[in-house]
């Protein structure tokens, strides 16, 4: 039987082990101790933090793997790079992993491939921001460097909202450094793609519903993402240039980016497959289950990724507005084709936050239609039937 180690027991990992399981896999789950659904549904817990790789590497070693894979976290790509490259698994470099899990490290890549993208300034913790960002323009974005979900990321828009700013960037970062950008006003979208054996297998650009906080939040998303056929293959060649000047390969990718006067501009790449329910949605589009292709290369096997469906699809999160205990979850929804799946991550008596990044979501939605309007008006009915009280 293969072993393939899973980083993360959260809920995002969730569906990547009970695959493997239906696939006749043995599942590790590596996380560090808490109350999370993975736990249970693998064959084997290992309670360690995924971004110690060298405790990792050991265990992978001592269990002899067969593959490491996540989905949905940037936490944890560089000590699957790691342990790939000792290894010699089926995925992305240990160079490519440190450069996506980066901030700092890609901008300047994509600066140095000609990646179209915002400009930006490096500026340690203890440095005068003031000083090292004059040449940019308001709003700006702080973000930390190594985080993701949204964490250590603020908008700014003006010079006395600085040091507020940066003591968010400071509970957010384990490093001494930040990243600085001019905040580019435009359409985000996204996109979810796989590169693997060196060719880029698929493009599946997508819309975003965002949750504007301190800055815009994904909390849904959307196929197919119209767009004209010129500005889509913006997209592929600026994706393209991106992928190559990191370095990725055999990964997931999900993409980040802002539409600005017709003009595709790179926000950023993360090597792994995306959260919100975007691996659903890249299953339903096009009629495979995503979640055994990331398995089934993670494991070096032959893999192809077929586009002949385009199924319509949307998703929402469900969020709450305030911190506190649910009292209550009403789902009037019946079965219904059409919509994919309703899935509640607590109950009642459960603790739950106010949203305000990914991780803080408590559920979510997703549906399908003959178009992408009739998905839509799905979600928002399914959403209207559903009632979760928090006090």
Known sequence: MKKIMIMGAGIYQVPLIKKAREMGIYTIAVSIPGNYPGFPLADQVCYENTVDYEKILQIAREEKIDGIVTAGTDVAVITIGKVCDELGLTGLSFEAAKIASNKILMKKKYEE???RTARFREVSLDEDVYE?????????????VDT??????????????FEAAREVVKANTRSHYYIVEEFLEGEEFGAQAFVYRGKVQFILPHGDYVFQGDTGVPIGHFAPYNLDGDIIEDARVQLEKAIEAMGLDNCAINAD?????????????????????LAELVSIYY???????????????????????????ASMLLRSDRDGVI???????EPDEDICEIQFDYGPGERVHKFHVGPHR???????????????????????????QVE
Not at 362 to 388: C, F, N, S, W, Y
């Open 113 to 115: 491939y000609g990646v």
């Open 132 to 144: 090292k960002t004059r040449e940019l323009n308001f709003p700006l974005i702080f973000k930390a």
């Open 148 to 161: 993701s979900g949204s964490r250590g990321i603020i908008r700014v828009n003006s010079s006395e909202e």
């Open 257 to 277: 980016f802002i539409l600005k006067d017709g003009r595709t501009y790179v926000l950023e790449l993360g090597g792994r497959s995306g959260a919100t329910c």
């Open 287 to 313: 009629g495979f289950d995503y979640y055994e292709k990331l398995i089934l290369a993670a494991l070096g096997e032959n893999v192809d990724f077929p586009q002949k469906s385009a199924v319509p699809n």
């Open 327 to 333: 009292q209550s979850i009403e789902n009037t929804n």
């Open 362 to 388: 408590i559920g979510h939605v997703i549906t399908k239609g003959a178009t992408l309007q009739a998905a839509v008006d799905k979600l928002q009915e399914a959403l209207g039937k559903i009632r979760i």
